[in-house]
């Protein structure tokens, strides 16, 4: 879309309208919340792996090679989150995005 024709709205079914909405009621509940700590701690896990040491691409020809590479890529994020809890390094801050700084300010 070229924007040349506006804005789009888009009707679900009632049914599929229905079920999203309980989906976005069961969000808010407490035992949604907790199971989803448990992916956002894998998320940041992975993200901070793909940043820190590139893993998403190896070095190496080869799975043996490879899995050394990501055995050692492991253990240096082990190290560096020891190396944060021994010397008491704060985590770092979630991203705030234009749009909510702008309301922070007002």
Do not use: C, F
Request: charged letters at 25%.
């Amino acid at each position: 879309m070229n924007g040349k024709y506006g804005r789009q709205l888009t009707l679900l079914p009632r049914e599929q309208q229905q079920v999203l909405w309980r989906r976005r009621q069961e969000q808010q509940t407490e035992g949604w919340k907790k199971r989803y700590d448990v992916r956002a701690g894998v998320e940041g896990t992975i993200s901070q792996a793909v940043r820190r040491t590139g893993i998403r691409r190896t070095r190496y020809t080869g799975l043996p090679k490879t899995h050394l590479g990501n055995v050692l890529a492991a253990t240096a994020i082990n190290l560096i989150r020891l190396n944060a809890w021994l010397t008491d390094t704060p985590l770092g801050m979630t991203r705030t995005s234009h749009l909510a700084t702008l309301d922070l300010a007002a």
